[in-house]
């Protein structure tokens, strides 16, 4: 088992340009998630599905969009980056949505300029 | 909403002796927390947890307390060595707190502190 993936490793992005955060598990689990991790600020909570087919805002939504593809991929999108989303984002996935366990993925590094 | 601190923010350690972080929650309705851990480049990973009906849970060198009345839970780590050098993140989460207008269902928001890194000196 690969666990969570995430694609791209690393991206540097131009203000105003797009992207797309690519996130996959192989655990057959049915909640994913995408955060932030900035410094001093701990994990912060940007979108969740908590299962199939339902996505949800979190903490900071603004300047996001997600799309749950299917049980296994979770994507997160920028459609118009800014310098304040410059950040290390994880996505994670969890059996069930009820104070189980969160599996993270390695984490996608974005430089916005 | 939830709030969890965490302290110290920079622990130093030497090799063999203990390292204890400790959190503190404030919502009483939460029952559940892990801790994680953070190698450099990499994602957290859980390295051990508490549910609110266990006061102490143990697994190897790592142990978890956990003071209900008090809302503050602890990371202990005995005889550290070289590879516990990481950032390590404690967590608390509530049963079905909402975020706001939701149209997916409810989730348990998991409120992480935000975090110790712990050096280990040789």
């Known amino acids: 088992n690969a666990g969570v993936t995430q694609t791209p490793k690393f991206q540097v992005l131009k203000t105003g340009q797009s992207m797309t955060l690519q996130c996959a598990q192989d655990?057959?689990?049915?909640?994913m998630y995408w955060y932030r991790q900035d410094p001093g600020m701990g994990l912060r909570l940007i979108y969740y599905?908590?299962?199939?087919?339902?996505?949800d805002k979190g903490e900071v939504p603004n300047g996001y969009n997600v799309s749950r593809l299917n049980k296994r991929e979770f994507s997160l999108r920028l459609e118009s980056a800014a310098p304040s989303q410059t950040s290390v984002y994880f996505c994670?996935?969890?059996?069930?949505?009820?104070?189980?366990?969160?599996?993270f993925g390695p984490g996608t590094r974005l430089l916005v300029l | 909403g939830e709030n969890v601190e965490q302290h110290p923010s920079t622990l130093s350690v030497q090799e063999g002796d203990s390292a204890v972080i400790k959190c503190t929650y404030s919502?009483?309705?939460?029952?559940?927390f892990p801790w994680y851990k953070q190698e450099l480049g990499k994602g957290p990973q859980l390295i051990i947890d508490?549910?609110?009906?266990?006061g102490e849970k143990k697994d190897q060198r790592i142990a978890v307390t956990l003071n209900k009345t008090a809302k503050h839970f602890s990371l202990h780590i005995t005889e550290t060595q070289p590879e516990d050098s990481a950032v390590y993140f404690c967590?608390?989460?509530?049963?079905?707190?909402?975020?706001?207008?939701?149209?997916?269902?409810?989730?348990?928001?998991?409120?992480f502190g935000k975090g110790t890194h712990v050096f280990i000196i040789s």
């Open positions: 994670a996935s969890s059996e069930v949505w009820r104070g189980e366990t969160q599996y």
């Open positions: 655990m057959n689990h049915n909640s």
């Open positions: 599905s908590a299962s199939e087919g339902t996505t």
């Open positions: 919502d009483s309705a939460s029952n559940y």
């Open positions: 508490i549910r609110s009906n266990v």
């Open positions: 967590a608390a989460t509530a049963n079905g707190v909402t975020y706001g207008m939701n149209t997916g269902g409810t989730i348990d928001k998991l409120t």
